[in-house]
């Protein structure tokens, strides 16, 4: 069983960068595509990003593009999402995911592909 656990959430000022790091114990993370999801409070969950096992494919939420990338060290079992130009409306609990599938490619990624999830990290933006 693949454990995930996120870090690097907190309170940041609008404009600011935050890097979220998804780290994986259990199984080897090179076997897993990893996403990337938020949910803000009274709102649904939403994809933020998503990144394959080789990490050649990668695929960002428009809300996103241009601000936030996602990368990965199979090597240190880590996913990293590098938020930049933070908003307020990026407020939410940030929860990593992964997929047993080296064939993932993330294209039409949605929670219900991922199978394991970390606990989450709170990631709140304001002045």
């Known amino acids: 069983q693949l454990q995930l656990v996120e870090s690097g959430g907190g309170l940041v000022q609008p404009g600011g960068s935050l890097r979220l790091s998804c780290v994986a114990s259990?199984?080897?993370?090179?076997?897993?595509?990893i996403g990337w999801f938020r949910q803000a409070p009274g709102k649904e969950r939403e994809g933020v990003s998503c990144i394959s096992t080789s990490g050649h494919s990668t695929n960002y939420a428009d809300s996103v593009k241009g601000r936030f990338t996602i990368s990965r060290d199979n090597a240190k079992n880590t996913v990293y999402l590098q938020m930049n130009s933070l908003k307020p409306e990026d407020t939410a609990i940030y929860y990593c995911?992964?997929?047993?599938?080296?064939?993932?490619?993330?294209?039409?990624?949605?929670?219900?592909?991922?199978?394991?999830w970390g606990q989450g990290t709170q990631v709140t933006v304001s002045a």
């Open positions: 259990g199984l080897p993370l090179y076997f897993h595509a």
């Open positions: 995911a992964g997929l047993p599938n080296i064939d993932y490619h993330c294209s039409g990624y949605v929670a219900t592909d991922f199978g394991s």
